[in-house]
């Protein structure tokens, strides 16, 4: 009887047929080229403000006073809603990605270190991440952005620093159970510099867990820039963010709505695309 | 008692080095929290009386030791804004907080599992389909943004479609301005007061324990014995409550013990929107009038509460599971 070798081409297939997967990121490339092209047909300044009295608060799907018509409405300067939540799109997925990855390449090389060396300094990374998750994310995030002045750069590192300790838990678990198998060992023998041997044959086969836990942290970034920004700790105003969108609606909540809760349509579906991609690639794995 | 000694000790630590965190990183901060004491026309001579008077100007490692010999006490300091003790400041807010983050909790598991329940062993397939992507937008609508719209729905949607006036609920504070009402009616203020930041809590917790719930009971009903015991003649509904039901019990007391530490953090937006004086309101009030006693304290506080709820989730997992008994206490298994 021929044994059958799973071949990459159709593992690739069986994980493409995946709905999840699927509908994730068809959400996702679309909420990319929205944030990526929307803006470009925009005024030259999109956060100017101009006939304020005329054109602010608008409803959805209606005219202002100098006969512009506005999908989404505008908010209570007279800025259009819909146009400032794709320049937000660029901050919110900027910022979220970027905070992510960086979260995730400070629990890799802490993970691979701590699995890598052993001994005390495995001891004190482990501590470290310990300490880090006993204090919520969202009070440690609360009180460094506020301490430090809140900004677009003071996110991104805040997000970064607080987010690698899973990541970090992951990697080490991986590393100490690849650097075990045959294949390792075999290229010990032929001579690997431990170097190389970490970088190019244990680290590659122990980021599977990884990569889900990093997809999931993107959209839960996103979350957390938008909880600061909507409590006037993240991105400052005039530029756009999701969070700080919805913090300038909620004065308007009963006039207007709409101004308020647009920003969120947008927050939600990044975060469903996020859930869903790390949905599909956990069940793969399993 | 032999095993849980040492879970004991690694609280204590890590509580310890939380407290060498959170003051560094309060300390490394830019600003000088002597200038915020003092009239903006002060000299440089008052300020440092100031500095002085609030032992601002020793080293950090002697500021700490103090600090950390007088929490030891139970002393958690001066608010620098209110002047009051800052463990009172923590008195005021907290029951609120633990009010609203247990009652959610109860809440979001108990109608959790009866929706995963319904999904994994009585839906439909459209159904389950349909209530799967509902709870999946749920669980990631932030929880300020959901507070916004069920106010929205609760006021000016309810007055649209001409709902009855008790559906209308306020939407802040925690109870009517004058508060002169007793007995009943003070208890039913009350209660309307707390729907909505309740709903808000409790429906993405709801949402995310249904996610958990359904995939955890139907792993359960394909187990092998489940399709014996139907072989067997067993009825639907015993063999549903004896093994399929019971079986999916304890990942959920470990899904509750993971959520258990978020229980006070998770109610800052909810507090800062409907202007309930919880923990979360004050720490923001603290952080943005750069009260650093009070900032100190509350990390504190929360990091406290973190470790205390991991350390009661392992040993009460410790109990439950006799499989982590064995392999903790380091007996052979062969």
């Known amino acids: 009887m021929p044994l059958t070798v799973p071949d990459r081409a159709n593992a690739r297939d069986g994980l493409w047929q995946d709905r999840r997967l699927q509908i994730g990121s068809a959400l996702l490339a679309g909420l990319c080229l929205g944030a990526v092209i929307w803006p470009l047909f925009g005024s030259a300044d999109p956060n100017a403000i101009t006939d304020v009295l005329a054109r602010r608060l608008t409803p959805p799907l209606s005219r202002d006073g100098v006969g512009h018509w506005h999908l989404l409405g505008t908010d209570a300067f007279g800025r259009d809603v819909l146009l400032r939540l794709w320049l937000a799109a660029r901050v919110s997925l900027g910022v979220g990605v970027l905070g992510s990855l960086l979260a995730g390449a400070i629990g890799i090389g802490l993970g691979a270190a701590a699995a890598w060396r052993g001994g005390i300094v495995e001891r004190m990374i482990l501590a470290l991440g310990d300490v880090f998750l006993s204090v919520p994310r969202l009070i440690l995030l609360l009180v460094t952005a506020a301490l430090w002045g809140p900004g677009l750069r003071v996110v991104v590192v805040v997000l970064a620093l607080t987010g690698w300790m899973s990541v970090m838990r992951l990697v080490r678990a991986d590393v100490l159970r690849v650097r075990v198998l045959a294949f390792v060992e075999g290229a010990a023998a032929l001579g690997v510099a431990p170097a190389r041997l970490l970088w190019r044959h244990i680290l590659p086969n122990a980021l599977g867990s990884t990569v889900v836990a990093m997809t999931l942290g993107v959209g839960n970034a996103i979350l957390l820039e938008s909880g600061l920004s909507f409590l006037g700790l993240g991105i400052q105003p005039p530029a756009a963010s999701w969070g700080n969108m919805i913090a300038g609606g909620r004065e308007w909540l009963l006039v207007a709505p709409w101004i308020a809760l647009a920003p969120g349509a947008l927050l939600i579906t990044t975060v469903v695309a996020c859930t869903l991609i790390g949905d599909a690639l956990s069940h793969r794995r399993r | ?334």
């Open chain 2, 1 to 334: 008692m032999r095993r849980a000694l040492p879970r004991l000790f690694d609280a204590i630590l890590l509580l310890w080095l939380v407290t060498i965190l959170t003051f560094a990183l309060i300390h490394a901060a830019p600003g000088d929290p002597a200038t915020l004491l003092v009239s903006p026309t002060a000299t440089a001579e008052e300020v440092g009386r100031q500095r002085a008077r609030f032992g601002l100007d020793a080293p950090l490692p002697a500021q700490y030791g103090r600090w950390v010999v007088a929490l030891l006490r139970g002393d958690l300091g001066v608010s620098l804004v209110s002047s009051r003790p800052v463990r009172a400041v923590i008195a005021d807010a907290l029951p609120i907080s633990l009010a609203l983050g247990g009652i959610s909790l109860l809440l979001s598991f108990a109608g959790g599992v009866v929706v995963g329940w319904w999904q994994a062993l009585r839906a439909r397939p459209a159904a389950d389909t349909v209530v799967s992507v509902l709870s999946t937008v749920i669980y990631a609508a932030p929880s300020f943004w959901l507070a916004l719209a069920l106010v929205v729905l609760a006021t000016s949607g309810a007055a649209l479609v001409g709902a009855p006036a008790w559906l209308r609920l306020p939407a802040f504070g925690v109870e009517s301005p004058g508060g002169t009402t007793t007995g009943l009616a003070h208890w039913r203020d009350l209660a309307r007061h707390a729907v909505l930041p309740l709903l808000v809590l409790s429906l993405p917790g709801a949402a995310g324990v249904a996610r958990y719930a359904r995939q955890s009971m139907r792993d359960a009903s394909l187990a092998p014995f489940v399709a014996a015991a139907s072989a067997r003649g067993l009825s639907r509904g015993r063999i549903e409550r004896r093994y399929v039901v019971r079986l999916s019990l304890t990942p959920l007391v470990v899904l509750f013990g993971l959520t258990l530490p978020g229980v006070i953090a998770g109610s800052v937006f909810v507090e800062q929107v409907f202007a309930w004086p919880g923990l979360g309101r004050a720490m923001l009030t603290a952080i943005a009038a750069r009260d650093y006693p009070v900032v100190l304290g509350m990390t504190v506080i929360y990091a406290g509460t973190v470790i205390l709820a991991n350390l009661v989730a392992d040993l009460a997992l410790l109990r439950l599971d006799p499989r982590q008994r064995t392999a903790l206490s380091g007996a052979p298994t062969q």
